[in-house]
């Protein structure tokens, strides 16, 4: 794209926001908008490193250019272009608002329950909501370890609400984790070693209605239920709810269906490829080709 930045925002209103077709986007870019989405203009938003980028920044040119993002490392408010690699990646930090450390993202906003929306990834989730980013097989001795909380717990326990971005496969979506690091909403009670509801166990404290609001895959979009339990609201486009339940390894809720997820529009498309995530850090490269008529904005 040989186009200046400043150019190519003047063509944002042009590019067309109807859906796109099946084809002209990969699952991936289609979970990143999907994500995107649930971004409130008034959200206070900590995001995790990856596709929770991606969303959280493709929503701030879209339908909520007044929400905050805020990264573990301390960067507050950033206007950056293009999606950091990581979440201390100083482009992070352009315009941002201040530039403080762990005691002021976790402390000053999280623990003191400023945080609307926490953004996260995790290497498996259960039933009830529970993620695992720890390890896989006996704790002592696993089959995989991985980089731990890294302040998923923190984020998933005390935001407002979370919403989780991961892969789906059967061995990722599960009944009960091996190890839970952040709980959803079913956890373990201590003393007594039982695993009740959140809102039992956490009672009386500022979080206790926190938690898990939902959880995007490249396959569909998962609410809960009055009960804390996993179902499937949409599926993606070409797919269908069967499919979505074949890789899951419980007993997946399709009866409360409401259709196909809304497929990405052009102008979220031009937003997430050109100005979000140009550099495909998180996205599968390449991108697919736009249909004439935008190729024909985008190029005059």
Known sequence: ???????LMNLIEQIP??????GEFNLVEMLAIAASRFVRDDDIVFAGTGLPMVGMMTAQFLQSPHSLLIYESGICDGKTMHTPAFVADQRAAYMSTTLGGLIDTFGYYLQRGRVTLGYLGGAAIDKYGGVNV???????????????SGGNSDIGTMAKRTVFIIMQEKRRFVERNDYTTTPGWYCYDWPSGDWKPKKEVWKGTPFAECGPDAVISNMGIFKFDENGLIYLETYHAGLSPEQVKENCSFDLNI???????????????????EFVDPERIFLPDPAPAYPPDVLKIIES
């Not at 926001?17 to 099946?22: E, G, H, I, K």
């Not at 009866?255 to 490829?273: A, D, H, I, W």
């Open 1 to 7: 794209m040989s186009k200046s930045i400043p150019e």
């Open 17 to 22: 926001d109807t859906p796109a077709n099946v």
């Open 134 to 148: 720890t390890q896989i097989g006996d704790y002592f001795k696993p089959k995989n370890r991985f980089t731990g």
């Open 255 to 273: 009866s409360q269906v409401k259709g196909e997820t809304k497929k990405p529009t052009y102008r979220e498309l031009f937003v997430v490829r």
